[in-house]
């Protein structure tokens, strides 16, 4: 925690912005909402970091995109990949396109490859570079009056219970997620966490005890309320927490891919188009920042995943298929 706030107060802009918090009055100050104990709770806020929309601002670049003339294929069927194309030539393998689910090939002279979690089914090159992961989410129902109530506050993030913020006006859903060490879908017969197909309308037992009592402990009128819309939320998780912007070695430059998320990317959302247009107009086409370039994936022994630990998380990693919404099946 101490690591997080020094690091914001490096940054000059941010530094006043930055103040600890010690107690429970400290806590009303910067959140009159609270209503719960608050028990040890200390850190510290920052005033200058915020909420964004997510849903919101990718309709707000969808809009943007479309009246400059970009052209979208979405849907399950339509706007599916299924595969990369490629063509051999006296220089190597060489991408022509892309395949989607009912297909149809599009010609493409440089395919980018930015699908989050879902990476290894377009590019099984990625092997161990890349560890599909995820984390649960679940919401509660609010009144019109409760979401009204809660508009503005600080995003609230407990280390060891998982974190809120403000509800969705529209929806008047409240989401909530737990964190933790993150659950992996190991491949046995790759050793590689791939994300499962389809959606898992599920939430494991001790999550939603965890997000239970961030609520008892914060806003205790909503502890016992049913959790909603709960399901595992996949991102795609490097070792080091780093992306890879990359060009795919042997696809003579003609794919690049974008992954390693590594469960905080949206904040990027504003800048991370500028990292593709960089690494096309790079000398000699080669990624100038050393971090981001593509790593050669490690050897696997199968079955068990090759995860490292990730410094600025706290809990283990387990496998989906240890995981259970009900208490007496899941596997602690
Ligand atoms: C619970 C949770 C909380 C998070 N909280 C934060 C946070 O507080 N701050 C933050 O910065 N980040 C956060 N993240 C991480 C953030 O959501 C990701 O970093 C970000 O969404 C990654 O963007 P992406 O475009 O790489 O992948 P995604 O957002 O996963 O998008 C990939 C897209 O590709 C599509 N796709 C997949 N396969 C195919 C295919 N075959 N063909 C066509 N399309 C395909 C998917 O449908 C999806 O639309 C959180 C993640 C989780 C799971």
Known sequence: MERFKAAAERSAVMKPFVH?????????????????????????????????????????????????????????????????????????????????????????????????????????ELGTNVSAKSWSVAHVRLTDDETAALRGIPVVYARDLGFFFEPDQKTNLLKLCPMGGGYVNTDPASGV???????????????ELKMKELLRQTLPHLADRPLVEKSLCWFADTDDSDFIIDYVPKTSSSVMVMT??????????PIVGRWVRDLLNASGGQQPIKRWRWREPKPVNGETSQDADVSWRVGDIRELRDLSEHPMKAKL
């Open 20 to 124: 600890r918090v010690s107690d429970r009055k400290d806590l009303l100050q910067a959140c009159w909402q609270f209503t719960g104990a608050l028990p040890g709770w200390k850190g510290y806020i920052n005033t200058y970091d915020g909420y964004v929309h997510s849903a919101n601002a990718l309709r707000g670049v969808y809009r943007a995109a479309r009246s400059n003339g970009v052209r979208f294929f979405l849907g399950e069927k339509v706007g599916a990949v299924e595969e990369v194309v490629y063509e051999n030539t006296s220089r190597g393998r060489r991408s022509t396109g892309v395949r989607t689910k009912d297909g149809r090939v599009h010609p493409a002279s440089l395919v980018v490859v930015a699908v989050g979690a879902a990476a290894h089914k377009i590019l099984p």
């Open 260 to 269: 390693g998320d590594s469960g905080h990317g949206f904040k990027m959302f």
């Open 193 to 207: 966490s791939k994300a499962p197909e389809g959606v898992n309308r599920f939430v494991p037992y001790e999550d």
